[in-house]
């Protein structure tokens, strides 16, 4: 498939998500996925939302990102953050950094920092748009385009979701999209700071990502498998 025809596609997927679902928002983690999607939502002028949460553990270069992004783009970007007193009350029982003692802390962290403001971000609205691909790690090998979120009972769309690494590189490199200096620093994947780290040679993108845990545990809590319900994918140019 050419690049025209991938990235039109996902625009026209884009539209339809709009049309079919509003308000539907598009859920950044500021990784470079999710500024591809951004892109393409602010140079098609997209009516979609664009909202990232704020775990208040993340890096200096991911704080620097959303404000370029208003520069750049001139979107606001909603931001959500943990709940303050659940907060306070994991940090005072188990230590700021209890989430490399067990899986079940670390979810925990996770679940407060992150799961419960999506599921606030996720409130009252349609549908929403996530930037996983497929090739980022074992645990989203099974990724649908569109699925049906049982959990937060709406539909959930990942656009680049048979984008392989070098297709995203090189739209951000033709379109000068900014991204995280982080990623030329080899760190394919950037979560919170503590739960990071570049990655060698070979290793997974998704290695850097709690690192000491086993790979079938690395994920957040945010795209829980198995979503349940599949829904109709239509891309652009498919039949019904």
């Known amino acids: 498939m050419t690049a025209d025809r991938r990235v039109g596609d996902v625009v026209a997927l884009l539209h339809r998500i709009h049309v079919n679902h ?15 999607l951004t892109d393409l939502i602010a140079r098609h002028a997209l009516p979609l939302r664009i909202f990232t949460l704020d775990t208040g553990r993340l890096p200096g270069e991911t704080y ?22 659940a907060l306070e009350a ?13 899986l079940e802390l670390r979810q925990r962290c996770c679940e407060i920092r992150k799961t419960e403001p999506l599921a606030r971000a996720l409130a009252g609205k349609g549908a929403w748009i996530t930037g996983l691909r497929r090739a980022q790690s074992p645990t989203r090998a099974h990724v649908a385009v569109e699925e049906f979120d049982a959990v937060h009972g709406l539909a959930k769309f990942s656009p680049l979701v048979d984008w392989s690494d ?9 379109q000068q999209v900014p991204y995280s200096p982080l990623h030329d620093r080899g760190y394919p994947s950037i979560g ?21 845990e086993n790979p079938e545990h690395k994920e957040c809590g945010l795209h829980r498998r198995p979503i349940a319900i599949p829904a109709r994918v239509e891309r652009a140019g498919a039949t019904a």
């Open 22 to 36: 509003a308000p539907a928002v598009l859920a950044s983690g500021l990784g470079v996925e999710s500024m591809v």
């Open 192 to 212: 919170c700071a503590p739960c990071t780290r570049a990655i060698e040679p070979g290793e997974d993108i998704r290695a850097g990502r709690w690192w000491w």
């Open 90 to 102: 994991y940090v005072r029982h188990n230590g700021v950094n209890a989430f490399y003692r067990t």
């Open 166 to 174: 070098a297709d995203v590189w090189e739209y951000v490199r033709t």
């Open 64 to 85: 620097a990102l959303i404000d370029r992004i208003r520069e750049h783009y001139a979107l606001s970007i909603d931001v959500y953050y943990p709940d303050a007193a």
